[in-house]
Each structure stands twice: as C-alpha cells, then as structure tokens.
C-alpha cells in the first residue's frame, strides 16, 4: 500500500511539474519549430537563388559563345547585380573584367577585379583576382599601385608565387628598377613549371646582358 501511494505521489509531482512547466515548455518546443522551419525555408530559399543564377550564367557564356559581346556583356553585368550572393556573380564579374580590357577600358576593369577581390570567399580565385588586378595596373601605368596589389602581407601566393614575382618583375622594370625586376625573373623562373618560361629566359636575358 505504501508502495501504491508513493507511486501516486510520484505521479502527481510529475502532473505538477508539466502543468507549472508544460507552457515553458510548449514555447520551447514552438521556438525549435520554428526555427527549424526557418532553416528549411532559407535552403529552399538559396537553393532556387542559385538554380536561377546558374540558369543565367549558362545563359551568358551561350550568347557569349555566340560572338554576341555587347549583349553578353550587359548579361554579366546584370547577373552579378542580380545575384550578389551567388558564386556565378564573381565569375560574371571577371567576365566583365575581360571585356572591358578587351575594348581597353581598363578602368572600368580594375572596379570588376576590385569588387570581386573584396567580395569572394573563395580563397584561391582572390590570388588569380589579386594578379590580373595587377596586370590591370601595370596596363594602366600604374605600377606602384600593382606592387601593393602584390604586396599585401596576408597573402600566400602558393603555388601562384612564380606568376606573383613575374609580374612584379614587370612592375618593377616599369619603374627602372632593372636589378630589382630581374632578381624577381630569375624568382619566377625557379617555378618555371607554372609559368612561361621561354618569356622569363627572354626577360632575363636582356637584363643580364644589358
């Protein structure tokens, strides 16, 4: 009996509980539903932002095989405006970038290459953004500017080191800084395998014999 009476106890410390705490924890409960769903809304969300971008990207490198430069270029433009968030807008942003050096807009150029090197989270695609934004300034005849572009302390190059120290090898020559530029050729030619190296033995050969 007083086993009986101990379980009732049990129990109606256990329907105390739920009635002082079941509305706590029906709030709960809604909380967790709710943010579950929306999770499931923000994925299903950025999941057709990116099928539509993709869709457009598809859309621009076909006009833009079809020769048509002018349309495709305003697609560019529009894709990454319309789809900031997306990685087809930094692709469609170096699209841009290569036309504008195409038609020598340069300047408009530099502020595709910029905006991406600012805004992608892509590590490796900010090295190859890093030095055509170079090759940009060195267009430019800036060569100071494309040197800082090089230089940025946080930057490991990796396995784009060679590519880095030619360019700044031009950028260097650039200012008449002959023995500084060829110290830097004769860096990018020690990783010859990712560079062109018959250009750096020309490169090199007229600073060392000049």
Request: proline share 4%; aromatic share 6%.
């Amino acid at each position: 009996m007083a086993e009986y009476l101990d379980e009732q106890e049990q129990w109606r410390q256990v329907v105390t509980w739920l009635r002082e705490s079941g509305p706590w924890m029906l709030a709960a409960i809604l909380v967790v539903l709710a943010a579950f769903g929306g999770w499931r809304y923000w994925q299903a969300r950025t999941t057709r932002i990116d099928l539509a971008a993709e869709a457009r990207y598809e859309q621009l490198l076909t006009t833009l095989d079809q020769g048509q430069l002018p349309l495709g270029e305003t697609m560019a433009n529009q894709l990454a405006h319309d789809y900031p968030t997306t990685p087809y807008a930094d692709q469609s942003e170096l699209i841009a970038a290569r036309l504008d050096v195409q038609n020598n807009r340069l300047t408009d150029a530099a502020t595709h290459l910029t905006h991406v090197l600012q805004h992608t989270k892509d590590p490796e695609l900010k090295l190859v953004v890093r030095l055509r934004l170079a090759r940009v300034q060195l267009g430019q005849g800036k060569p100071d500017d494309a040197l800082r572009t090089l230089a940025d302390p946080t930057v490991k190059p990796g396995v784009f080191a060679p590519s880095y120290a030619e360019v700044r090898g031009d950028a260097l020559l650039a200012k008449g800084d002959r023995a500084g530029a060829l110290q830097a050729y004769r860096q990018a030619r020690a990783g010859a395998d990712t560079v062109d190296a018959q250009l750096l033995d020309l490169k090199i050969d007229d600073l060392a014999h000049s």
